[in-house]
């Protein structure tokens, strides 16, 4: 089992740039598959992005990336627009994750505010 723990969000104006960070618990955190998913108000939450795909939404302006030294994945968001608000989760799992198999492991989320 690991605990994921997400940090960095915050508010932003559009245009901007946020990067969030998530901590995982745990020795075997290399072995994972890790992703970013987030909910905007009234709405399900929805894919972000993985180390090999994006959702078409954030594509060319939001990066994922790894520090397995660290136990971290990153999600470097920039040209941020408003219709990005939401609280943004990462999950880990030992199999793939994509925009169809969610994670089975998730942080509590970490909110976002984009002002326009």
């Known amino acids: 089992q690991v605990q994921l723990v997400e940090s960095g969000g915050g508010l932003v104006q559009a245009g901007g740039s946020l990067r969030l960070s998530c901590a995982a618990s745990?020795?075997?955190?290399?072995?994972?598959?890790m992703g970013w998913f987030r909910q905007a108000p009234g709405k399900e939450r929805e894919f972000v992005a993985v180390?090999?795909g994006y959702a078409d939404s954030v594509k060319g302006r939001f990066t994922i990336s790894r520090d397995n030294a660290k136990n971290t994945v990153y999600l470097q968001m920039n040209s941020l627009k408003p219709e990005g608000t939401a609280v943004y989760y990462c999950?880990?799992?030992?199999?793939?994750?994509?925009?169809?198999?969610?994670?089975?492991?998730w942080g509590e989320g970490t909110r976002d505010t984009v002002s326009s």
């Open positions: 999950g880990a799992d030992t199999v793939i994750i994509t925009s169809r198999r969610l994670p089975t492991y």
């Open positions: 745990g020795r075997t955190f290399s072995s994972y598959a």
């Open positions: 180390h090999n």
